[in-house]
Structures are given as C-alpha cells and as structure tokens.
Nanobody, 130 residues
Framework: QLQLMESGGGLVQPGGSLRLSCAAS????????IGWFRQAPGKGREGISC????????FYKDSVKGRFAISRDIAKNMVYLQMNSLRPEDTAVYYC???????????????????????WGQGTQVTVSS
C-alpha cells in the first residue's frame, strides 16, 4: 500500500527557513513522481515543486523558484522541500503526493483530479508570521 507522511511544518518568522520531509512507504520513489502541494485557507490546492521519479528532473512554480529546493534520498525513500526566505503568503498546509504523470512539470502544473494521484500525505501546517 502506497503511503506518504509529511513532517517538519511549524511557525516561522518572515525570512526564516523550514525543511519539510516526506516519507514514502510501499513503493520506491524512482517509480513515481513526487510533488509538493500547498493549500492556503480559502484557496485551491497548488503544485509548487515536483521531482520526476525516472530522472530526478525538478520543477518549481514561479512563486517559489529560487527560494525552495526539492530533493530526494532514494535509499531512504524520502523527499525533502527546503524552504528559505519564507513569506507570509507561503502560509498553507503543505502536502506531498505521488503520481505517475508524464513529467514533474505536468504533475505540478496540470490540475489533475484527486483520483489520478496514487497517494497523498496528511499534510503539515506551515505558518509564516511575526
């Protein structure tokens, strides 16, 4: 059974950093793309960074490019999201997801239906506030 679990969220001041972790079980990460999504109160879910399982190619949404970095440790079945220079508008629940979309960019950009993903984590809250 495919399972994902996020950790590492919390409260941080503007300009601060956090590293989110996504632990995967029941599959190996080179078989699936892994993406980080977020949902702020009253807003829809958005893909912000995704990494291709096949070749490790990464994608970033413009709003996080240069500030966030996605990485993976296949041996540990972990995917990370290093978030630097955090802003109040980054406040959201952050989720990781696994999917078999054609590319990492497709996974992050196209609004796939929930049933088209193979697994979702339970989410971790990130709050950026002074």
């Amino acid at each position: 059974q495919l399972q994902l679990m996020e950790s590492g969220g919390g409260l941080v001041q503007p300009g601060g950093s956090l590293r989110l972790s996504c632990a995967a079980s029941g599959f190996t990460e080179d078989d699936y793309n892994i993406g980080w999504f977020r949902q702020a109160p009253g807003k829809g879910r958005e893909g912000i960074s995704c990494i291709s399982g096949r070749d490790g190619i990464t994608f970033y949404k413009d709003s996080v490019k240069g500030r966030f970095a996605i990485s993976r440790d296949i041996a540990k079945n972990m995917v990370y999201l290093q978030m630097n220079s955090l802003r109040p508008e980054d406040t959201a629940v952050y989720y990781c997801a696994a999917g078999s979309m054609p590319t990492a960019e497709a996974m992050c950009v196209i609004r796939w239906g929930m049933q088209e993903y193979d697994a979702w984590g339970q989410g971790t809250q990130v709050t950026v506030s002074s």
